[in-house]
């Protein structure tokens, strides 16, 4: 299996900033693409960030500019700034990765259990 082990989340005033990092362990033979996703209460969830091995990211609108998605391949890890942080941004944060246990496998998604983070004065 591949386990993802999300850190980083917490509170944190209106524009302030949180560093997240989610590394991936177990029977990895290679990912595809990393990122980050998120749900706010009542809301479904929605993507926020993803980075490929290539380093090619896609962010949402709703972040672009204030969020920075990176990568360390070597560490199966990726990690998302946050900065100039609004009220809407209040949501569990969830890493997701595309990989492969095996070669013969095929991709699948794994998720972490999520990380809360909230803005708040």
């Known amino acids: 299996q591949v386990k993802l082990v999300e850190s980083g989340g917490g509170l944190v005033q209106p524009g302030g900033s949180l560093r997240l990092s989610c590394s991936a362990s177990?029977?990895?033979?290679?990912?595809?693409?990393m990122g980050w996703y998120r749900q706010a209460p009542g809301k479904e969830r929605e993507l926020v960030a993803t980075?490929?091995?290539?380093?090619?990211?896609n962010l949402a609108d709703s972040v672009k500019g204030r969020f920075t998605i990176s990568r360390d391949n070597a560490k199966n890890t990726v990690y998302l700034q946050m900065n100039s942080l609004k009220p809407e941004d209040t949501a569990v944060y969830y890493c997701?990765?595309?990989?492969?246990?095996?070669?013969?496998?095929?991709?699948?998604?794994?998720w972490g259990q999520g990380t809360q983070v909230t803005v708040s004065s």
């Open positions: 980075i490929t091995s290539g380093g090619s990211t």
């Open positions: 177990g029977s990895i033979f290679s990912i595809k693409s």
């Open positions: 997701n990765a595309m990989a492969m246990r095996y070669w013969y496998d095929s991709w699948y998604d794994y």
